[in-house]
């Protein structure tokens, strides 16, 4: 089945979409799909955020469309500087890579203790049907430092300042195989989400009226499958 993981962020790509195909699923992107729209965020919180484009993607593409978008709270930080959506925009400009790391620095020897400052990111999740709209939230901790490691993400730069405790290192020095343990059980809620309400789109539904079989295809619509009824 061919779904579409609506962001530009070659980060969440490789995290979730990467995940998604290794269990069957086709996943394009809105680079691969030629979408050049860009949808204006006007939610309070991620899971509001996460729908408006879940609900905009899918109207273009006619496929079933998945949005993530993120909040970062940090500890002790006023509430006039909290990042929360606008994780990669400060006073209406743009981040970039290296600024952002620059800008949470400067959070972290500003309102950290010993060069170490904790918050969460909250994630909200989103899946657009022709049918409906259907959300998620979690939450996960997070540790940053005022110093920086040599690698940065492109598009995730928090990782080269975000340290782990218990492996003492920072995140974008990990190994895929610990950074799979860390994120295992974020990502196990997430993409257990994503499937249960994806994989209802591939179960056979049933017309009460006629009780005739047909399978939900979105790119085509309904394919009614003749002469199987239900017993």
């Known amino acids: 089945m061919k779904v579409l993981f609506a962001t530009t962020n070659p980060a969440k790509i490789k995290a979730y979409a990467t995940r998604l195909e290794e269990r069957g699923y086709e996943i394009v992107t809105l680079k691969d799909l030629e979408i050049t729209t860009d949808v204006e965020e006007t939610g309070k919180s991620p899971v509001e955020n996460a729908i408006i484009k879940a609900k ?26 909290q990042p929360k959506t606008n994780v990669r925009r ?5 981040l970039n890579d290296e600024e952002m790391i620059e800008h949470y620095t400067g959070l972290v ?9 904790s918050g969460y990111f909250q994630k909200g ?20 430092s005022n ?25 974008a020095e990990l190994t895929k195989e ?11 809620e ?8 994806i994989d209802k789109l591939k179960a056979p539904k049933i017309d009460v009226k006629k009780k005739i079989w ?11 499958k003749s002469g199987l009824k239900k017993n």
Request: hydrophobic share 35%.
């Open 56 to 81: 905009a993607y899918h109207e273009i593409s006619k496929l079933p469309t998945i949005a993530l978008d993120d909040a970062l709270f940090l500890e002790n930080v006023p509430e006039n500087l």
């Open 90 to 94: 400060v006073n209406g400009k743009r």
């Open 109 to 117: 020897n500003q309102y950290g203790k010993a060069g170490k400052l």
């Open 125 to 144: 999740i989103a899946i657009a049907t022709d049918e409906k709209i259907e959300s998620f939230e979690t939450k996960s901790t997070r540790c940053f």
């Open 147 to 171: 110093t920086r490691c040599d690698k940065v993400n492109e598009g995730y730069p928090l990782a080269s300042i975000q340290w782990i405790e218990e492996l003492n290192k920072y995140k």
């Open 178 to 188: 610990e950074e799979d343990n860390i994120m295992a059980q974020e990502q196990k």
């Open 190 to 197: 997430i993409l257990g989400f994503i499937e249960s309400k």
């Open 214 to 224: 047909y399978n939900i295809q979105p790119e085509k619509g309904y394919i009614w």
